[in-house]
């Protein structure tokens, strides 16, 4: 057959295509997470509570998706800039020793590239499998305000100051260890906040214990609520890319003039088309923590009404207003370095603001 073993646990092969892909690939191992943290708290006067902690956690046995007919990283230029003839070598075309007999694909003519014949296994563009060997590490300090519903009012503060990191992908499909960099979903700073206030109107509050009737209904009872959140934004990443002569990581980020039609600084990096890197050996990370996309911030509101309407039945008027300062969160720029629209946004994350209302009759 075309298609000799690879190695133990991969099964049978018994369908020869363009590309063959394996659930899994070695031992299969359940991802599992280690967690740990250490705190102290605090009662302050007011009935506030203060608490300060350390949490950490270990995650393993996450699945990568592994490349196991890579072309081998000898033919790959280590060139700090574009090696035309490393690609030129790679790319030409030459006597395709399958032709016809791997009908219905891209590798059935008379000629092929090079480097898919440089392939262990050139009758396939392309072998992955699952493999369990995947971690990540997260590391923060998280602290805590809280006040508790005392005369009619609470409210909560959390921020955490984090890091993550993540070893889940190669940089290069040859790569025989796994790339460690600042993990997708890692947000650096995250403040929330929230409150519950009872208006002090209406039957036993501080002004109008006395009303009834049509005053109470519509003045007293009321209840408002908010809950605000603010966060860092995303590490960005820009693929396989090459930077302007001099530049650095540490001149991508602006420090003034940062907007949507410019969200860094786009002279950092090398915007020729005809320069940019092919069949180099990648060395730039995947994502950078040092450049990020915008931060998300949003303020909901509610408020709430309960009216009573005798001994066995109890109305309630709410009113949510999501995104109540009606805030543009932006979404992240373009990250193409050839693309005219490089470091533009043109999208938003999340929506406008929005109200809801709802009533429910309890009896």
Do not use: C
Request: glycine share 12%; hydrophobic share 35%; charged share 15%.
């Amino acid at each position: 057959g075309l298609l000799e073993p690879v190695g133990s646990g991969l099964g049978l092969m018994t369908n020869v295509g363009l590309t063959a892909n394996f659930p899994y690939v070695g031992e299969v191992r359940t991802p599992r997470t280690h967690r740990w943290s250490v705190g102290v708290q605090r009662e302050l006067p007011g009935s506030f509570l203060v608490e300060g902690t350390y949490v950490g956690s270990y995650s393993e046995h996450i699945p990568v998706n592994t490349e196991l007919d890579p072309v081998p990283a000898q033919y790959f230029s280590t060139s700090p800039v574009r090696d035309d003839a490393t690609n030129n070598f790679l790319t030409s075309q030459v006597a395709n020793p399958f032709a016809g007999l791997l009908p219905g694909t891209n590798i059935n003519g008379g000629t092929v590239a090079r480097s898919q014949l440089l392939r262990a296994y050139p009758q396939f563009t392309s072998i992955t499998a699952l493999e369990t060997i995947g971690v990540s590490d997260y590391t923060s300090f998280q602290g805590r305000l809280e006040r508790r519903m005392v005369n009619g009012f609470t409210v909560q503060a959390a921020y955490t100051w984090s890091t993550t990191m993540v070893e889940t992908g190669y940089l290069n499909n040859f790569d025989s260890e796994l790339e460690r960099v600042i993990g997708p979903f890692d947000r650096t700073h995250v403040f929330t906040t929230s409150g519950i206030a009872e208006l002090p109107f209406g039957r036993g509050r501080h002004w109008g214990s006395g009303w009834s009737g049509i005053t109470e209904g519509l003045l007293g009872g009321w209840q408002v609520s908010y809950l605000f959140k603010a966060q860092s934004g995303a590490p960005l990443g820009f693929g396989n890319f090459l930077f302007a002569s001099g530049a650095t990581v540490d001149d991508v980020p602006l420090s003034s003039g940062r907007d949507e039609n410019r969200w860094f600084n786009v002279d950092a990096f090398n915007r020729v088309n005809a320069q940019q890197l092919v069949s180099n050996v990648r060395t730039q990370p995947s994502r950078f923590d040092e450049v990020r996309g915008p931060g998300y911030a949003v303020l909901d509101l509610g408020f709430l009404k309960n009216v009573n309407l005798g001994s066995r039945m109890r109305a309630q008027f709410r009113a949510e207003v999501y995104n109540a300062l009606n805030r543009a969160n932006l979404a992240g720029p373009n990250t193409t370095p050839t693309n005219s629209a490089f470091g533009t946004i043109t999208a938003q994350n999340g929506l406008p603001r929005q109200l809801q209302l709802a009533a429910r009759l309890s009896f």
